[in-house]
């Protein structure tokens, strides 16, 4: 089993900054690739971004593509996510998940761990 606890949210005006962090627990945190995920009120989950076990390879949905920047530490067992220039629309709750090897990145339900999200609220 892992764990993942998320943690970094909170209230931010447009234009401003968050660093969310996910810490991991449990199992070997490098066997896994790594992916944030996030969800608004009455919506589905959507993809954020995703980086490989080693941390060279990084996925970005478009929306966010040259504003947010996903980053692990495999020696901290933590994997972030910088958030710059956020929007409105950026609220959600934003959740961390790992996925073993092969599988498609933006597909929530590749992911085999989850964490219990922490909450984003960009106000305009």
């Known amino acids: 089993q892992v764990q993942l606890v998320e943690s970094g949210g909170g209230l931010v005006q447009a234009g401003g900054s968050l660093r969310l962090s996910c810490a991991a627990s449990?199992?070997?945190?490098?066997?896994?690739?790594a992916g944030w995920f996030r969800q608004a009120l009455g919506k589905e989950r959507e993809f954020v971004a995703a980086?490989?076990?080693?941390?060279?390879?990084?996925y970005y949905a478009n929306s966010v593509k040259g504003r947010f920047t996903i980053s692990r530490d495999n020696a901290k067992n933590t994997v972030y996510l910088q958030m710059n220039s956020l929007k409105p629309e950026d609220t959600a709750a934003y959740y961390c998940?790992?996925?073993?090897?092969?599988?498609?990145?933006?597909?929530?339900?590749?992911?085999?761990?989850w964490g219990q999200g922490t909450q984003v609220t960009v106000s305009s």
């Open positions: 998940a790992l996925k073993g090897f092969g599988g498609r990145w933006f597909v929530p339900e590749e992911y085999a761990y």
């Open positions: 449990g199992r070997t945190f490098s066997n896994y690739g």
């Open positions: 980086i490989n076990w080693s941390g060279d390879s990084t």
